[in-house]
């Protein structure tokens, strides 16, 4: 695939001056789709568009023959998990059915950690191999090992095939907000088109009330029918909108949130401000999981082709029923190089109903709960998930603009705001009654007022700087 082939080049394309970039970006859009996204891309758009509608037995079929590939890849050529299995007393020859996948040790983000070297296969290689980190908003960043030729087509196929629910297609029109630097700040310009993807790139990180006419400007001049990114930027674009409405300003398809939870809260005032559908997906660098609404709910339906999903409870076993929450626990497949076995995403999700008016037998989550480490802790050890404080959010954002919780002690929260207007003690009363009605009595907030929050070396939001560790509480959830 050329994408990964020109990766290196691709670094030097970003450092370009804006005008030398625009002529490599359109000579480079000259290449037709099929070898700019290789071979790979057209095989999995393939296999979305047969299997759409399959039933679940067709399913169960399928992901067998996938997790017994990956199973036998790990045991036959990946030096960790012979090790791990042979512990467990298993093998391969183990795997005879779905169920038997509860017998098989989980993986955590710290054996990867602790066994990079060995979770590579010895039967690809090296130039094969595909280095990729995570953001780490939270935790300590991990980087793992995918497969050139493979994950990034993978990846395209099934998130442009995701987004065409709502209409969208390779290089429609689009505004991206993303933590990239891009233009020239110091000009006042801080987007640039973005050929190869045929996307108006804006930096996330310039956003401020008084800047923000200017991006909304430009993206009037781009005349995009899709507004992608995380939800954090989308949100203070929207809240803007919502105070200083603009006649000239476009309406868009669908706003595709990535990247970041979305919470419900946020979806409800977005589409009030739009007017159009808010649609989200789930999914993480380690790309073991994908979950994406569809046409008709907002519920996230796990690609059965993707990857392999399991919903735990604390002590590792399986729920299914739905309405019960567990941790979402993912294998990987087309990944020879560095497979993922029961990898734990630290993601909590709600278990959906079985069918959906769509027609498709995906697994649904109806929700993501948060991340592992966005729980608030009381002094009674409560876990309380971030998703629930929506409410008190929605109440307050007359006057901030940016919120983040910051907690290092059980039952005291510092919450820190980036004011807009006026704002003094009557709003920092009325933010502490809000948060305290949803918190209970056992925690104390304290308000901090800041000009900027910390953002992950993604450019991403951090919801919440949790400094305790979460998991030791988990039994209360
Ligand atoms: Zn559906």
Known sequence: ??????????????????WQKAIVGNLYHLVPQRLRLGKNYLKFQRLLEASEYWTKQQWEEFQYRELLHT???AYDHVPYYRKSFSEHGLSSADFTCLDDIKKFPTLSKKDIQENYDDLIADNVPAWRHLVTTTGGSTAEPLAFLQEKGITRSKEHAFIWGGWSRVGYYPRARAVQFKGRSVGNPKRNIYWEYEPIQ???EMDSNFLTESRIPLYLDAIRDFKPEYLIGYVSSIHQIAQFLKTNPRKDFPRFKAVCLASENVYPWQREFLKEVFGCRIFSHYGH??????????EESHNLHFFPQYGYLEVLDAHGNILKEPGETGELVGTSFHNNVMPLIRYHTQDYGIIGEDECKCGRHNPI?????GRLQEFIVTADNRLISICVMGAAHFNISKFVYETQYYQERPGHVVFRVVPRGDFGEEQKTIIINTLKTKLGDDVTVEIED????KKSQNGKHIMIEQKLSVPTYMDNI
């Open 1 to 18: 695939m050329l994408e990964d082939i020109l990766r290196k080049p691709r670094a030097i394309y970003y450092g370009l001056p804006t």
């Open 71 to 73: 199973i036998t890849q």
């Open 198 to 200: 045929g996307f108006l």
């Open 285 to 294: 660098s380690e790309m073991v999981l994908l979950g994406m609404e569809c």
């Open 365 to 369: 989550i109806s929700d993501v709960e």
């Open 450 to 453: 800041v000009e900027r929050l």
